[in-house]
Structures are given as structure tokens and as C-alpha cells.
């Protein structure tokens, strides 16, 4: 199926439910955010207290179980992310909707990434290997830089061309 379809009839099945999912885009996407990003530095705090094996055990069960709730979290900002829709798009400056552009198809990207890594990170969990670990840590060190870059241009649609801010007159 091609993803431009799959957004489309995603997009479709959102506006005509009775629930608003665009709206709670940005609070999903802190999440999306944070949570990856503090199951990083715990996968690297596992990785370097080795020594120690229980508290490295720790660290690597609480940072697999931040990941995974990263990934739903990922899964739920790409699909708000989609009721936002190309309404938000049409009010924008030719500027704003270059960067839109480069927004969504980035959130896109970045979602196919996280979907990668939680298939790569159950694979490491079943065998068990160190350098799969140290594989996955560069890739997601590598795909948070790119969801980082995507937060800014986000903010940067809100802040700089006001993308989905209601005004009254």
C-alpha cells in the first residue's frame, strides 16, 4: 500500500470520527520526544555499568520499556499528526508550507525509523548480543537527531508562520 493512501484514508477515517485527534498533536509529541530520548541515555548508562550486572540489567529493562511506550507514543503523534491535515497547510505562507512539507514528510520518515528500531530492538532482546546493543544505540542516536530536527521545524511552523493557531476577530 502506498503511504500517501494511507495517509490519506487515515486522514479520512479521523474527520469523521467524532474525537479530535489533531488537537492533541503537540502533547503527544513531547512525549514522542522525551521518552525516546531518556531510553537512550539509559541504554548507554546499561552499556557502561557493565561491571555491575544488576544494575545494568535494571537500566536495560527500564530503558527497553521507555522505548516501546516511545514507539506507541511515536505511532500516536504521526497519526494526530495526520488530523492536523492539509487545512493547516492551505493558510500557511509559501515559506511555512515548504517547511510543513519538509514536517510531515520527515514525521513520516522518522515513524518507518521507529518501527525499524523496535524490530531491531526485540531482535537484540532475543539474542541477547552486545553489538546489536551498540548498533541500535547508533541508530537511535542517529533517528532522535532527526525527530530533534523535526521538533524545530514544528515549532518552528507554530511559532514563525503560526501554523494552527486559531484567531478571533
Known sequence: MDISRLETSLYNAMNNSLFDFGFYHPYVVDFAITLPIVALFLHFV??????????????????????????????????????????????LSVEGRGVYDAHRTL????????????????????VKKDPIRYIFGTLITI???????????????????????????
Open 107 to 126: 514525521g513520516t520518515y522518522i515513524v518507518i525509523a521507529f518501527i525499524f528500531l523496535s524490530i531491531l530492538k526485540i531482535i537484540s532482546l532475543l
Open 143 to 169: 533517528t532522535l537527531l532527526i525527530l530533534i530536527y523535526s521538533y524545530v521545524l514544528g515549532i518552528s511552523l507554530v511559532y514563525d508562520y503560526g501554523a494552527g493557531v486559531l484567531c478571533s476577530s
Open 46 to 91: 546499561s552499556i557502561l555499568t557493565q561491571a555491575d550486572e544488576n544494575s545494568s540489567k535494571v537500566y536495560y529493562r527500564v530503558s527497553n520499556m521507555l522505548f516501546f511506550i516511545g514507539v506507541f507514543f511515536m505511532i500516536f503523534a504521526y497519526i494526530t499528526g495526520i488530523a492536523e491535515g492539509n487545512d493547516v497547510r492551505e493558510v
